[in-house]
């Protein structure tokens, strides 16, 4: 009985050994892949975010009015009724 118990041990010694190897090369896989990917990302340039800055402005300033005229609309549609 106690050397099954032994053996048992051995093994699962073993096996937390290998998955602590598997561990560490899926670290260093997991650590190349993101450096792949932020080769991949495009930062906008000063030019870019200016536009886009600008383009994100207007648009709020644009639906900001358009609900206020909707708003106003509506408070005399109801002072009518």
Same mark, same amino acid.
């Given at each position: ?6 053996? $048992?041990?051995?093994? &699962?010694?073993?096996? &937390? ?9 899926? $670290? ?16 906008? &340039? ?5 536009? %886009?800055?600008? @383009? &994100? *402005?207007?648009?709020? *300033?644009?639906? @900001?009015? %358009?609900? %206020?005229? *909707? ?9 009518? *009724?």
């Amino acid at each position: 009985m106690e050397k099954e118990e032994k053996k $048992k041990l051995k093994k &699962t010694k073993k096996e &937390t050994k290998n998955t602590k190897k598997e561990v560490s090369k899926a $670290k260093k896989g997991l650590i190349e892949q993101i450096i792949d990917e932020m080769r991949k990302v495009h930062f906008p &340039t000063r030019k870019e975010m200016v536009k %886009y800055s600008a @383009a &994100t *402005i207007a648009f709020v *300033i644009f639906f @900001a009015i %358009y609900f %206020y005229v *909707i708003e106003l609309v509506m408070a005399f549609l109801k002072s009518l *009724i």
